[in-house]
Nanobody, 130 residues
Framework: QVQLVESGGGLVQAGGSLRLSCAASGRTFTHYTMGWFRQAPGKEREFVAA????????SYADSVKGRFTISRDHAQNTVYLQMNSLKPEDTAVYHC???????????????????????WGQGTQVTVSS
């Protein structure tokens, strides 16, 4: 059974940095796409970033481009989200997600949709104070 476990969230001042981790287990993720999404109180879950487990293709929401970096470590079976220059509007619960569906480039809008992903973690809270 696939499990995704996030960690690394916390409270940080605006301008600070955090690195989130997503430990994946339960299967081989070779042909999977991994995503990070976030959900703020009273808002819908929104796409943050995605990465193809094999290869280096990545995709980002416009709101985080240039500030966030998604990466993965094959040996550790872990996906990371490095978040720099954090803003109060980045405050949310951050969720890791995985899909085995291959529908072209990871940059396609398909991979920014929550319905694309089969597996989800419980989330980790990120709070950015002003």
């Amino acid at each position: 059974q696939v499990q995704l476990v996030e960690s690394g969230g916390g409270l940080v001042q605006a301008g600070g940095s955090l690195r989130l981790s997503c430990a994946a287990s339960g299967r081989t993720f070779t042909h999977y796409t991994m995503g990070w999404f976030r959900q703020a109180p009273g808002k819908e879950r929104e796409f943050v970033a995605a990465i193809r487990w094999s290869g280096s293709s990545t995709s980002y929401a416009d709101s985080v481009k240039g500030r966030f970096t998604i990466s993965r470590d094959h040996a550790q079976n872990t996906v990371y989200l490095q978040m720099n220059s954090l803003k109060p509007e980045d405050t949310a619960v951050y969720h890791c997600a995985a899909t085995g569906s291959l529908q072209g480039s990871v940059g396609r809008s398909y991979y920014s949709q929550t319905g694309t992903y089969d597996y989800w973690g419980q989330g980790t809270q990120v709070t950015v104070s002003s």
